[in-house]
């Protein structure tokens, strides 16, 4: 695969994660408005219960990620269906002048 396949791999993805991720900043934020009533606490602020900001963290955490990793799963699969090619491994770009 070309440097310029890897390249718009990057985009693509980059754009794909982009949206992965505020998508599912928002959906957690709903979740967790729904679950709990309140809005999510500022896990930084030393008023904030600890047990509380662990909960908001890992509840965002796990959303984010399975949310980036479902979609970066299609992504590659959207992108064999249109290159015939895998998809080139993130992050692997090299550019040599």
Not at 38 to 62: C, F, K, M, Y
Request: proline content about 6%; aromatic content about 8%; cysteine-free.
């Amino acid at each position: 695969m070309n440097t310029s396949q890897r390249l718009l791999w990057n985009i693509y993805a980059g754009a794909v994660a982009t949206v992965a991720t505020v998508v599912a900043q928002k959906a957690v934020t709903a979740a967790w408005e729904l679950a709990t009533g309140d809005q999510p606490p500022e896990p930084n602020d030393p008023d904030v219960p600890l047990r509380r900001a662990l909960t908001w963290a890992i509840a965002s955490g796990v959303g984010i990620g399975l949310t980036q990793l479902l979609l970066n799963r299609f992504a590659a699969k959207r992108w064999f269906q249109a290159m015939g090619a895998k998809a080139p491994a993130f992050g692997k770009t090299r550019v040599t002048i």
